[in-house]
């Protein structure tokens, strides 16, 4: 059964990370939750679940206006092949979310230790991260080095690399 939003809240706190949390109406799209912007300071996050031909899986994890080159992105992550997007199901087995709820909360969720996390470098350049905390009625803003150490507490590596545009 993946966490809830309140089991990821505890975590965090537990870690000694303070974040804040503002409630919206669902949003699905980056389209949808830049009508927020003023609202909610620091980076916002564009999220890309991927996969490759080996079933190796990627959560890419970069900022809302970034541009991914999907047919060259493979090479910068180490995937065996040309990504694809990841499907529903496997969304929801790997991550516990589903589409529009993507998130690099997510992670925590991700006991198998099946999905490489991949954070954009000029993304993490901003103070402050934003993201959807395993829901799309939220976002949460994290400290970049807060969301560091909560990526790594979940027994994942923080890679961070340039991926964008």
Not at 84 to 99: A, C, D, I
Request: negative net charge; proline residues 4%; aromatic residues 6%.
């Amino acid at each position: 059964m993946p966490k809830t939003e309140a089991e990821l809240f505890a975590f965090l706190v537990e870690l000694g990370i303070a974040v804040s949390t503002k409630r919206h109406p669902p949003l699905y799209t980056v389209a949808d939750s830049q009508a927020l912007r003023g609202e909610i300071a620091g980076g916002h996050t564009k999220n890309l679940f991927l996969k490759d031909k080996k079933d190796n899986f990627f959560l890419v994890t970069v900022g809302e206006e970034a541009v991914v080159d999907l047919k060259q992105i493979h090479q910068l992550i180490g995937a065996a092949s040309r990504v694809s997007f990841g499907k529903p199901e496997m969304l929801m087995e790997l991550l516990g979310v589903s589409p529009g709820a993507v998130t690099v909360f997510g992670v925590i969720n991700d006991t198998a230790h099946r999905v490489k996390l991949v954070l954009d470098e000029d993304l993490m350049a901003h103070a402050v991260i934003n993201a959807h905390p395993l829901t799309n009625e939220a976002t949460t803003s994290i400290a970049s080095a807060d969301l560091i150490r909560f990526v790594e507490a979940t027994g994942h590596d923080a890679a961070i690399l340039k991926v964008s545009a």
